[in-house]
Every structure is written in C-alpha cells, then in structure tokens.
C-alpha cells in the first residue's frame, strides 16, 4: 500500500489543500530548555523522586509519578495544611500531621 505524504493530500477540512501549504511557522521561540520554576521564601521547596514521593520530616509522602524529577513547592496554609504549587499552579494540599495529599477543597482559594 502506498503512503501518501501531507504535502500531497488535500484535506476537505482546509478547503481542499494540503496541510503544508497552510502551515506557517511560529514566531515565538522555542527554548532549548524550559527553566525551572521558581518559588519564592515563603515556600518550602521539595523535589519528587522516584516513585512520585518527596520528603517531609524524613518521611515520603507520595504526590505523583507525573510529577518525577520537578520540583513542588509546599505554601503554609495553618499550621497543619500546605498548598502544593508546581510553578504558579496549585495541584493539591498537603496535611502534614497525616503525610497525605488531597485535593483542594472547593471553598479554598486556589491562589493567593
């Protein structure tokens, strides 16, 4: 069977023309390296291992597999729950008397 490249197929979608007469190339650079997200002091700064876990008063507490080489950063809520941030996204909260993640609740703010 013989493949027929994008170039030379006409899609009904595009108005019968190939995807590469209408592809245009973005202006925006792409970087190289996507740089590590900051967090400022207010946050304690953890990174996730392997297995999705990072540690918290020398215990693991697992967050996510996704989230394996990146680094969390952990926002005091009290004095027991923290928000978990990666970057400026809050994913979670973390109580720290139990050593589970949970979801945020509904009537708490996702961001400051």
Known sequence: MAT??????????LGMQT???CYVTSPRPYPA???EP???????VRK?????????????????????GE?????????RYYR???AAFPL??????????ERLPKDEPAAD
């Open 4 to 13: 027929v490249s994008a170039e030379a197929r006409p899609h009904q979608a």
């Open 19 to 21: 995807p590469s007469s």
């Open 33 to 35: 390296r996507v740089p």
């Open 38 to 44: 900051e967090y400022g002091s207010a946050l304690a």
């Open 48 to 68: 996730v291992r392997q297995r999705g876990v990072f540690t918290w008063q020398h215990e693991n507490v697992f967050l996510s597999e996704v989230l394996e």
């Open 71 to 79: 680094r969390v950063g952990l926002l005091p809520i009290d004095e």
């Open 84 to 86: 978990v941030y990666f």
């Open 92 to 101: 979670a909260r973390f109580d720290s008397y139990r050593l589970r993640i």
